[in-house]
């Protein structure tokens, strides 16, 4: 209320306490008082009174203004006194002007002095030297107080409407942007948000949001089902000092309305490195992630629907073909037509797996498995192929490992790693084949002295359709989905896929399966290597 320029009663109440303690001080100094203080004495408690009873806050301007000339006035009667009296109570009056006027109310100071205080004074008291010096010096401490404060009052405004435009400015940027964006203080309590956050909050929070991290709501993880807990909500882990990029929740439990939302997170720190807070990043990912859910959708049935046809075709090739009466010709041509069909059902079933895989869909029925044999197997399935295309296949594989996998998952591992080594090795080359067992996990390598891959290419080679540059350019065919589904495998064993590879000098692909459950093992067999080479 005291700082408010239209509300002038705490500055009477001021001005009326000094005034009194003026004449209170010159009464007890034995002076006594003439009448121009006298009557000052009377008007101040009145002035008091009156400015109480006033709403300020809806007078009109000239009311104030008069206020203060008026106590300039007062301030010209208390001088009225032959030893001039003290004319330094104008100051407060000069500063009120000053404050709430501006330039203006300096002016006004300036006018009201001279003609309230020193003109009155001069005539009453006299022109002596030190009469005049006072008058002068009062009228130009007053204007200067006023000016003073007018000047300092317009950098503070200044500086204020600086600061508000900055932040309205900025308001204005964070409301344009299309991500929703949220700063948290180091409490984790919601300092500031922009307009397209309101509106997923709206979503999340359907009952309202107290404005503290962590709060649940209709947030629900990637499948769109499961609530997000406490613990995981993005705000959370912010405000437990977590950087992350790219957490996929959904807000909203309506189907038609819910968002999905991409979110990061940045830590915010005093420059002593105390957490000071979070900011958070919202991306609207909807429209993405309804497009992918059509995708794989329309892949999965797709590739569903192609199965039926191509079984049928498949069978009723190789009937014809198991007959005794075919002309050469024919049986050559018919070779070729169940190659191709082999070949589109691979693919197909590439497909279909690749889409079960992106929807979280890789099923496990795990059993003991011997997969010494099974690895076996796997080789002398490739070696008709291996011959084929010249290469050296040498293996070295334990009598027995039985453990707990699924089997028909594995050897689709061992098959991909298999045919693609064979794939990507010149003629001429080698392949390796390599199964052991140490403490805790399961190793099987595949090592071939093919084609190799490139650095920049390293990193994709389990990524869906990737297919390196080479292999693009050398016409090797294939799709780039084994290595991901195989990658997808082998992750939901709880293993690893690694692989080393040179450009030119071949490729070593390294699958780790953790041996939770050991059931049985055998020793490798004595003899390092077998191998077998035929062109
Ligand atoms: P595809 O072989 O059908 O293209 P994959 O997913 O099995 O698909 O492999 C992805 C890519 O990785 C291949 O296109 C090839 O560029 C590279 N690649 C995989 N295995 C090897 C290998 N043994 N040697 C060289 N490149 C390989």
Redesign the pocket.
């Known amino acids: 209320m005291w700082l408010e320029p239209r509300d002038p009663r705490l500055l009477q109440l001021g001005f009326s306490l000094l005034f009194l303690l003026d004449m209170a001080l010159r009464v007890a100094g034995d002076l006594q008082l003439r009448t121009g203080p006298l009557i000052g004495l009377v008007l101040v408690p009145i002035a008091w009174v009156a400015t109480l009873s006033v709403p300020w806050t809806r007078t009109p301007e000239w009311c104030r203004l008069s206020l203060l000339v008026f106590d300039i006035g007062l301030v010209g009667l208390s001088r009225l006194d032959p030893l001039g009296g003290s004319a330094l109570l104008v100051v407060v009056p000069a500063l009120w002007l000053g404050f709430a006027y501006g330039v203006r109310g300096a002016i006004v100071t300036g006018v009201s002095t001279v003609l309230l205080v020193m003109v009155p004074g001069l005539l009453y008291i006299g022109t002596s030297g030190i009469n005049v010096s006072r008058s002068v010096t009062t009228t130009v401490i007053a204007v200067t107080v006023s000016l003073a404060i007018a000047n300092a009052i317009q950098r503070v405004r200044g500086g204020q409407e600086l600061i508000e435009l900055q932040r309205r400015v900025g308001e204005a940027i964070l409301d344009t942007v299309d991500v929703g964006l949220v700063l948290l203080d180091g409490n984790g309590r919601y300092l500031t948000m922009n307009r397209r956050h309101h509106d997923f909050m709206r979503l999340a929070f359907p009952a309202g949001h107290r404005g503290q991290a962590g709060q649940l709501g209709e947030v629900f993880h990637e499948d769109g089902e499961q609530l997000v807990q406490h613990e995981d909500m993005p705000t959370y882990r912010a405000t437990q000092g977590e950087e992350f990029d790219d957490q996929l929740i959904w807000v909203g439990s309506d189907p038609l309305t819910r968002r999905a939302l991409s979110v990061s997170s940045r830590v915010v720190r005093e420059e002593s490195g105390r957490f000071a807070g979070a900011a958070l990043a919202y991306k609207d990912v909807t429209d993405f992630m309804r497009a992918l859910e059509v995708k794989e959708e329309f892949v999965a049935s797709v590739s569903h629907e192609l199965r039926t046809p191509l079984t049928s075709i498949h069978g009723f090739t190789s009937l014809v073909l198991e007959r005794d009466d075919l002309p050469g010709q024919v049986r050559q041509q018919l070779g070729v037509v169940a190659r191709n069909v082999d070949r589109l059902d691979r693919l197909v079933a590439d497909l279909l797996q690749t889409a079960q895989v992106e929807r979280g869909l890789v099923h496990l029925d795990r059993e003991r498995t011997d997969i010494a044999a099974l690895v076996r197997q796997s080789i002398e399935a490739a070696r008709p192929v291996v011959d084929g295309a010249g290469l050296t296949l040498a293996s070295r594989v334990p009598k027995h490992l039985v453990v707990l996998v699924d089997p028909q998952r594995f050897s689709q591992v061992v098959d991909?790693l298999l045919s693609?080594?064979v794939?990507?090795t010149p003629s001429g080359g080698r392949i390796e084949v390599d199964l052991s067992v140490t403490h805790d996990r399961v190793e099987l390598v595949v090592l071939?002295t093919?084609?190799?891959?490139g650095v920049r290419?390293r990193h994709h080679?389990f990524s869906r359709f990737?297919?390196?540059r080479?292999?693009a350019q050398r016409s090797i065919q294939?799709?780039?989905?084994?290595?991901?589904i195989t990658k997808a495998i082998v992750d939901s064993h709880g293993g690893r896929i690694e692989v080393e590879?040179e450009e030119g000098r071949g490729?070593t692909?390294r699958v780790r399966l953790p041996l939770d459950v050991p059931v049985e093992r055998h020793l490798p067999d004595p003899t390092p290597l077998s191998g077998a080479r035929s062109r």
């Open positions: 991909n693609n080594a794939k990507y071939d093919g084609i190799g891959i290419d080679v990737f297919r390196s080479r292999a294939g799709i780039g989905l084994g290595l991901s590879s490729s692909f």
